[in-house]
């Protein structure tokens, strides 16, 4: 499945396949697939533009998580633009970064909006995830959906802030299943969903949680509390809507949000 849509990209999936013992295994992608979507990559570059840098062991520009992604930095050194505001010249560029499909981080809520300088999703495929960063002007516009057709990239067209959409019979929906399931009331389910939508192949759930992580715990982990509480409500979601290929569930806290999709075991469909 291919989405390369006018939407606004969202900024980045937390991916999971969520199981009773599902963890996360932050394996940076191997040598060789680094090394085939670098070829890849350099061969769809207009002349002018060239790959400068391959490193390894980063982590996207304004997210925090594991230095598990690969980054593959490309610019036109031919021309260089002035930036009136900051006062310096720079040449056009995209970074790239690779990230393992099961990468989990945070982006924090200052780095969005339409001045967000923080690196932002592109899509996936089958070995990995890409985040993209480009500012100011560029000599190459069509490059990121360049890259995103040769990596043979999906991705599906959410938006990159919170939606606060509210589809009352999806809602609806979803309670019955809480109060089949849950002795906690759904009322109080109902004030953490900030938003739920059927989209054509997913659904999309916004959560309102807390930032709670134990000491000494990385910054953008979610607490036991927190994460126990979410995870509780993305498996009864998959379980409400079984039709659908997954769940995307965005996690909004006070200072940012995290996402994440987890592929429907109950569905007969896989997310690619």
């Avoid at 992604?69 to 006062?87: K, Q």
């Avoid at 906690?184 to 054509?200: C, F, K, N, S």
């Avoid at 498996?235 to 995307?248: D, H, I, S, T």
Wanted: negative net charge; charged residues 25%; proline residues 8%.
């Amino acid at each position: 499945m291919r989405v390369h849509s006018g939407w606004p990209i969202l900024l980045l999936t937390a991916a999971l396949a969520i199981g009773a013992h599902a963890s996360p295994h932050h394996d940076a992608p191997g040598p060789s697939v680094i090394d085939d979507a670098t070829r890849t990559v350099e061969s769809v570059l207009p002349g002018t533009w060239k790959i400068e840098e391959v490193r390894r062991g980063t982590v996207p520009a304004s997210w925090h998580g594991d230095s598990t992604c690969v980054l593959i930095r490309l610019e036109d050194a031919s021309v260089s633009f002035f930036h009136e505001t900051r006062g310096f010249s720079y040449h056009p560029f995209i970074k790239l970064w690779l990230l393992p499909r099961d990468w989990e981080g945070r982006m924090d809520a200052q780095s969005l909006g339409k001045d967000a300088i923080g690196a932002v999703y592109l899509g996936e495929n089958d070995s990995f995830r890409v985040l993209h960063r480009s500012l100011g002007r560029n000599t190459w516009p069509e490059g990121t959906e360049t890259i995103a057709d040769a990596l043979d990239l999906s991705a599906y067209p959410l938006s990159g802030t919170p939606l606060h959409t509210l589809d009352v019979p999806a809602m609806g929906r979803l309670l019955r299943r809480l109060g089949a399931s849950s002795t906690i009331d759904p009322a109080l389910w109902q004030r953490h969903v900030y938003g739920i939508e059927e989209l054509p192949e997913i659904l999309y759930l916004e959560v309102l949680t807390w930032d709670d992580p134990e000491p000494g715990a990385e910054p953008w982990s979610l607490g036991p509390l927190a994460e126990n509480a979410t995870r509780f409500l993305l498996r009864e979601a998959l379980a409400a809507f079984p039709e659908k290929r997954g769940v995307y569930l965005r996690r909004v806290t006070e200072r940012r949000f995290s996402d994440l999709l987890a592929v429907n075991p109950l569905s007969e469909h896989t997310v690619p």
